[in-house]
Structures are given as C-alpha cells and as structure tokens.
C-alpha cells in the first residue's frame, strides 16, 4: 500500500509545487493520495494535542502515559504543567486521555509513526499570538500563566483538526477510513465547541495585561489561522458581526460554521501552513519545527 501511495503522493505533490511558483496555495481537495496518507496528516494534529493536554494538565505527556504510542519520536520541547483552575484542569486531562485514544486509533487501524518533534514552549505560542495582534505583546504571551491564557492557546489547536477531518472526508475511499474519521471528527467538535464555550463565558473579559479581550483575541487568532491558510475565511471569532451569524441574526459564535451552519473544511496542505506558523506547506516552524511526519508531510518537504 505505500508505494503507490507515495506515487500518487509525489504526482499530486508537482501540482502544488507549480501553484507555489505561481504564488497560488492549492484550496481544493487532495485527490490522489492514498487514505493511509491521508489520514496519517491528522497523526501530527493528534500528537500535538495530546502532548499540550496532557502535560498543561498534568505536568506529564506520552512517554509516561501511553510510551509505546510515542514509537520513540523526540519528547516535547517546553511544554510544562499549566496553572489551570480545578474545572479547567479536570476538562483539559479528558481531552488529553481522549488524544491518547486517538493515536492508538489511527496507529493500529490505518498505521502509526513516530511522534514528530513538537515544540509547545511558551515562546513558540508567543510568537503566534504576537503574528496574531499584530505587534509584541509585553510581556510575551504564555499559555501556561494561567486558566484564560491556556484556554486561549488551545483556541489555537483543535478547530484546525476539526476542519481538517471535515476537509479529509470527501477524500476517503474504503469505509474503514471513513467511519475512523467520522469518529475522530466527532470528539474533535467537542473539544472545540467546550473550549469556545468556555471563553464565550469571559468574551468581554480583558486579557490581563493586554488591552484586549477574549472575544478580541478570539478573532485576532481566527484571522491569523485564515491569513496562514490562504484560501479564504473558515475560521471566526466568538463574536462576529450579524452577516456572519447563524441565519445573519446572531453576534454570538459559539460554533465556527459557513452560511448554511455546515462545517468549514481545510486541506491538508492548509493544516500544515497553519500549524507550521509559515503560511507554507513546505516551510517548518511553529508547532512542528522539523515538519510532519507521514508521506505527505515529508513529501512536501522534499518539493521545497
């Protein structure tokens, strides 16, 4: 199976390759790679997640909980335990076990990798939140300070993996891997429309010592992720003005989802820019400053 995957892979990989020269990201949907390869993208987002839950609140990641998962990848550069409140840190542990099921999941149904190196430090966070305002926040954001500022960096996380799975999807051709992302995409959903709720509940609270508030910093960020992406608007804020609301009568966002209240999708090649922090598939950074792993990832490190 992986090789006419990475055939398939590598073909698709010198189209992208030729929109890159023509200054187009590629927004439509991934046709030729395999389901393996397809679903392996998600692998990078699941690592991220579980790492950043578990040790935020627990103090303590994959090479403690689940090490056979792990599969000997590089542990997790700064990430540390977070200063959450009790309902937060009892919220934040679920969603990191929830991450650990998902990798045992994808690993022993579709096939695993060796977890990618992540670097979830105070200043990989900063530096998004910094390209997110607009200017320097003084002093740089950490996510790990306190409940508010942890919420906020995992506004970051899982939405980018919810549109994902829904962008993955259409893709899919065998039913086994459809019915894995379908479950996966569920949990997913969850976790995101928990923690949107969660800063909903503080939207016109200020983000101490910053002068904005969490709604602010909410489509601050939403923004961000649309810049990096490049193929127009699948992400949005808590509050949004009434033409982006449900049926153009709401301001409140509790669920980030088009006109029709469906599910934004992304590609893979759009997940990447994102989570690399770059705005391109083929530059590393960010939250992955090696690159993914799986063939695309790599692939696409190859056609830089």
Known sequence: ?????????????????????????????????????????????EFLEAEFYLIGANGEGLDTIAPNLAQ????PIGARKANLDDTAR?????????????????????????????????Q??????????????????????NTINYLLASYLIPYVGLVGYVGTI?????????????SLLGVEAGQDAVIRTLLYDRANETVLPYNLTVAEFT????????????????????IVPPELGA???????ILSANSDSLSYARNAYEIF????????????????????????????LITA
């Open 1 to 45: 199976m992986a090789v006419p995957s990475l055939l398939a892979t590598a073909a698709f990989l010198l189209v992208l390759k030729a929109n890159m020269i023509m200054g187009a990201p590629y927004c439509g949907p991934v046709i030729l790679a395999s389901d393996f390869d397809l679903v392996q993208v998600a692998l990078n987002l």
């Open 72 to 75: 000997g990848g590089p542990p």
């Open 90 to 122: 009892r919220i934040i542990q679920e969603f990191g076990f929830e991450e650990v099921g998902h990798i045992r999941a994808i690993s022993s149904r579709i096939g695993g990798f060796p977890r990618p190196q992540l670097n979830l430090s105070s």
């Open 124 to 145: 990989s966070f900063a530096t998004m939140f910094d390209q997110a305002v607009g200017f320097p926040l003084v002093p740089p954001f950490d996510p790990y300070a």
């Open 170 to 182: 259409p893709s899919l051709v065998t039913y086994n891997a459809r019915s894995l992302v379908a």
């Open 219 to 238: 489509v601050q960020l939403s923004n961000l992720k649309n810049r990096l992406a490049g193929c127009g608007n699948k992400d949005e804020g808590l």
């Open 247 to 253: 049926e153009n009568r709401t301001t409140s966002n």
């Open 273 to 300: 820019r994102i989570i690399y922090g770059t705005g391109n598939e083929h530059q590393p950074g960010g939250f992955l400053p090696r690159g993914g792993n799986g063939n695309i990832a790599k692939g696409l």
